[in-house]
């Protein structure tokens, strides 16, 4: 991959990094309602798996979908409003940041429920192929997700009917508090090859791997669809909100984590690539200062009037009770 | 009625392309109930598509076509399946547009048959439809007629929001015309089929013919019914039922499915607050017992809400 | 309340040895909300289980378990989720006794918290307990204080048929000694928590405090207001509201959840049938808004009933 | 396998059979309400299966049950009398063909939810577990519940959990009026591959494999409790529901289900082995005067009274409204 792409990359991976520092920090402040799931140690997925999207190919995604978003495309200011609970969020305020959505560029929305993403991504899937463009539909879930039921029934639909769905399985080794081997019994790459579904492994925090093997699946899926697996074994770094002590995980396993850093390893890949340090220093200043004014805007907005409670519960308005 | 629903559907998907229909055994063999009869010849696989038995998937499919430029109809072959479906439709249909600020729509309709009369058992006689109306982004219907069920069905797939469609199994036999050029009708609106000063009927799907039973019955001791067919219950025409009600001073309410905790329960939660001085009687409701639907034909019988209830609930309200 | 929640299931699970829990989280990390702390330790992995994220199966193993001799108590996250539960609750648990001919019982509880106060969003805030009052064959209960909420549980652990328990989020903080041998109460009875002369004011969950705060703003106008706090919301005690009803002849009902087809329609509409001769003003109803739970601090606090609104809808019934 | 448990299998293949052709007729006849799912050609698979089964194993059905119940060991008058919907029926008539029923011999229900007995098999096999006393739960189903979602939740859940449940696939290639390709791209012993559970495959018209299988499976299971699928291949002979033309099938293979018949296959098995014709004739008159007495006594029977459709909607009936 060349450098231009690696750096874009790795700019990506620091912006999503950089704005899940500034909620953790905001939420340690009080500043953000409700629950927050960081993706921090995760990012090199949504970011390898975005470069090989187009603006038309739609995602769906998770309660962790911050790096989805972002990589999708999202607004920094709407976003950061949205999780503030602000007028000016992308869905004003309304759903906070389980529900972070910007259905101009496709990205159906972060998910409250568990596994959710999957049938919505299927019939995301189905709509595009009908429509014949040569888009595709991508869907984020965690390996917790795998033993929700509509998992299930939608690898047996898309493979059925050949559906353009990339199916992105963040594994992070966790559901809450519980490490995978007491949630599931199979093995994804098993479940994928019953369905017949292509299926790749990759380590889900070198973001040039996911890049590569996202494509390759993709690629071919845009000519003749059909769905994928991609599986990316990735890290969660925090708990699984914040406010979570992770008192259940062993101080190793925590400590290794950072060893396992995608964006160090990305940084890593272009020292070797010739990459001067003040690059690193100049974009990580730019984006500081990027954050910087999208929070400071966020937490300037207003918090939404509370006419708008019983706003949009249908489209045609005149028919609300 | 199940005539009118297909000439619907037929008629919908010549109109727009963006609309295609998902369900078990609706293509190639058109339907448990006919209902999709002809739309695989007519419109090919692509549009009318048989899935596997998975009615979670198949609802969620639906709410990401809708959400990707497609106006999906899938049906869920009995009401009582639809206890499946019910994540996509409460948590993602019915929320997408409020939850993500206005952004868009979920432009999708779920057709799907209640009620018994088929001694078909607990499993697949249920009328689930006050569950939908209590969930606010969802608009619910229920036809009573061909007429209605072609206007309605029309009207719900042009809808920008989620529309669950309800369709009574014992009318769908029911024969009558359509004209030529059938309109859509407006969802939210109900529909006075009866004209009377006595007393205000509600009724919805298969409760509305034995509503105007029932109202000839009483005409032989001199009280004239007025029946609303309601058409849609969520949105439902308030308006409408309180005017009649203003003339009435009397209102029994009626439909198929349990009484308690009904849709009925909230037309007359409604008439007992701001209806409430007009009030003459009792507000009667008529609906099955506190029960599962029972399977033997003496107990189906007996189980299901009949004109002669009607007439009953119509006597105790004006006594 | 959790801190009764969790003695009631360690109660129930010394005594009767076939009482085992079933969940999400609920062991080793003892819950979301920690109401099934320390059962682990106490009981073991065999009766405390962490299932997979499967609601589907966890209740129908809840369901299974139950027809094969055990008293399973299943805790499924978050209200919200219960929509993966549904044909399990609803055409399996709810229907096997009368449907197999009162051959067995379905002795199993689902514990599940409903409610706002976290700006926890659409997705994991609903109250959807009336869809379950629809239902024959399921009870539905709802505690409002850490005694009842001990003595509800203990009765629903220990009743034949199945229960869904819903625990109000907002009430899981609230302190209260509970007596060193609690009792527990029976299903179907409402309690009076304040009497009063001039409204009743029907009230169940996090509504009942509000309508006690209501009472004493009421009273500084000389409105001696009745709460009724209803424990249990299927079967519910109509006969203890009747009663109150023809001593205060107004009647107010209030709870969080949506009040268009929730749960107040019901009794508003049971008073607007058998207690009419005794009402003098129309039926209020206080819940929230035909909207879904908005995400941000402001929406969510303006969404969510207050104990003001109570107040004013008592004053719109006495007006 | 010895002759006198061969002849018991045939004893019960022809039960069932002769008790579905009365159905048959009695439908015809108009005095069958509601639907009707014969499983006429199905029949060595409940039979097979539950030659291996002891009373306090429990069984969960689907539409498709009568062969399951009688197999079980339902009464033959009161499985009559429920499908006849008469107050003599096993259900007190309130639930009919596919609610079948009889808790005391642990038959935990037809059912009209395709797929609702996998969970409910799944936690009646960890009860039993927990119970500790050697016993199991099965599970039948078709091939059509394949897809949906349940099934695996619970694949995952028995495996996890070592749960002694048999998962009993009738794959009878329909599912209504659609051929299982249209509806399933995995095949059943993939995904059982896939969550580690063992898998037998077997002729489902072959009562004696049937019996041989299932007991390769359910006897390790009961000293040590885990999962077990076993796929039979069958034969719906009949159409869906009776009425149903099946106009959607070729007739050469309606014409070839006579080959696979599984009583046919069962009585050669039985000549070779030495068995009479008079032994056949015998048991046949038997079995015809057995069943009329039956069919008789229900047809006799009453309706239930309506004061019966609010009983037992409580325990307790003291609560109900
Ligand atoms: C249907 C449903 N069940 C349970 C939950 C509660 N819950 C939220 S996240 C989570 C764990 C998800 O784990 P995984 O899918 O691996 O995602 P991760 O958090 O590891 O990124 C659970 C159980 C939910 N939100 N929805
Ligand atoms: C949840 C659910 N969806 C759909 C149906 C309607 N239905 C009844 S039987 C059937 C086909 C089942 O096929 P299979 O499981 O192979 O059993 P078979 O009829 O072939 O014995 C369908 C779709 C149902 N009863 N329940
Ligand atoms: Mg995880
Ligand atoms: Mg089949």
Known sequence: MDRKKIEELYHQMLLIRRAEEALQKLFADGAVPGFLHLSIGQEAVPVGVSSQLLERDTVSSNHRGHGHALAKGVGLEPFFAEILGKATGICRGRGGSMHVADLSIGMLGANGIVGAGLPITTGSALALKMQGEGHIAVVYFGDGALAEGVFHECMNMAALWSLPVLFVCENNGWSE???????????????????????????????IDVADSASRLIKPMRENPRPGVLE?????????????????????????????????????????????????????????????????????????????????????????? | MVHAINKALHDAMAEDASVFVIGEDIAAAGGSFKATRGLLEKFGPTRVRDAPISEAAITGVAVGAALTGMR???????????????????????????????????????????????????????????????????????????????????????????????????????????????????????????????????????????????????????????????????????TLVLDSLTRTHNIVIAHEAVEQFGVGAEIAARMADVGFDELDGPIVRVGAPFAPSPFAKSLERAYRPKADDIVAGVRRSLA
């Open chain 1, 177 to 207: 508090f519980s490490p995978t081997e007491r949630q599931l019994s199979a093995s994804l790459e098993r479940l994928a090859g019953a369905f017949g579904v292509s299926y790749l492994a990759v380590d889900g925090n070198d973001a």
């Open chain 1, 232 to 321: 990316c074994s990735t890290t969660r770094v925090r708990g699984h909100f914040e406010g979570d002590k992770q008192d259940y995980r062993e101080s190793e396993e925590v400590a290794a984590l950072g060893e396992r850093d995608p964006i160090r390893k990305c940084r890593q890949a272009l020292v070797a690539a010739g990459v001067p340090a003040r690059w690193f220093e100049e974009k990580a200043a730019e984006i500081d200062a990027f954050i910087d004014g999208a929070v400071r805007a966020a937490l300037a907005a207003p918090e939404p009037s509370i006419n708008e409670i019983t706003r949009d519960v249908y489209t045609n308005a005149e028919l609300a009770p």
């Open chain 2, 72 to 238: 999906p109809v899938a049906e869920i072959m009995f009401m009582d399946f639809i206890t499946l479906s019910m994540d996509m439709l409460v948590n993602q249909a019915a929320k997408a547009r409020s939850m993500f600020g206005g952004q868009g729509s979920v432009p999708m309709v779920v057709r799907t048959p209640h009620g018994g009369g088929l001694n078909a058992g607990p499993q697949h006689s249920q009328c689930l439809e006050a569950w939908f109306a209590h969930i606010p982004g969802l608009k619910v219907v229920c036809p009573s007629t061909p007429a209605n069920a072609y206007g309605l069905l029309r009207a719900a797939i042009a809808d920008p929001d989620p529309v669950i469609f309800v369709e009574n199994k014992a009318l769908y036999a029911v024969k009558g015309d359509l004209p030529d050029t059938p309109a859509a009708l407006k969802l939210g609106e109900a529909n006075i089929v009866r004209q009377g000063r006595d007393v205000t009927i509600v009724a919805y799907g298969a409760t509305v013919a034995m509503a105007l039973a029932a109202a000839e019955t009483l005409k032989q001791d001199g009280v004239e019914a007025e029946v609303i067919d309601l058409q849609t219950i969520q949105p439902w025409d308030e």
